[in-house]
């Protein structure tokens, strides 16, 4: 890193399991706002935060028989898919803007640890930063956790920021599924 170069945080975001697209899930905001709280502080000019999210292609409609109608449903779906993931990078863009922090955000296709693994390496961030669910065992083996999979793969420093235990201070921005926590 050159001097005055400011540090390149990369920040995996997903979407929520309470609520779905197209909100980001608590782990991921959790991460976010803790990485803002404890690194970046009032140092805004010192970092630049590169929010990545992974879309997990549908398996589902392969079954259509027709060719065209099956086009028309996959472009259908990739456009929506890509409306969703950009209204979810929102969130983070938007809270970057309000704050003065430089930021990038894109959209991957394909097996979210593999990709953020991936990206790592093309990218080069000063370290990775994911949230963790806290899947009990049973779920570890049979959902799999991506933030234990970054730990280990990634070629670069990884931060897992456990996901919040109890409520915290609450803004008004915050969508809904936050505040049900
Ligand atoms: P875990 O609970 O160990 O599976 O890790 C969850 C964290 O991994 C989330 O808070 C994100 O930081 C990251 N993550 C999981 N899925 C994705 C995804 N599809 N795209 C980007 N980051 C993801």
Known sequence: MADGEPTRIMMGAN???????????????GAFDWTLQKIVRFNISGFKLLFLHVQVPDEDGQSLSSRCVLTTWTAYRRNRDKARGL???????NRCHAIGISCEAWIKKGDPKEIICHEVKRVQPDFLVVGRRGLGPFQRVFVGTVSEFCSKHAECP?????????PRTLSMTDPPEFQAL
């Open 15 to 29: 979407e929520s399991t309470i609520k779905g697209y197209p909100h980001a899930s608590i782990s991921s905001r």
């Open 87 to 93: 209204h979810l990078l929102e969130y983070f863009v």
């Open 158 to 166: 990884v931060l897992t920021i456990k996901r919040p235990a109890y």
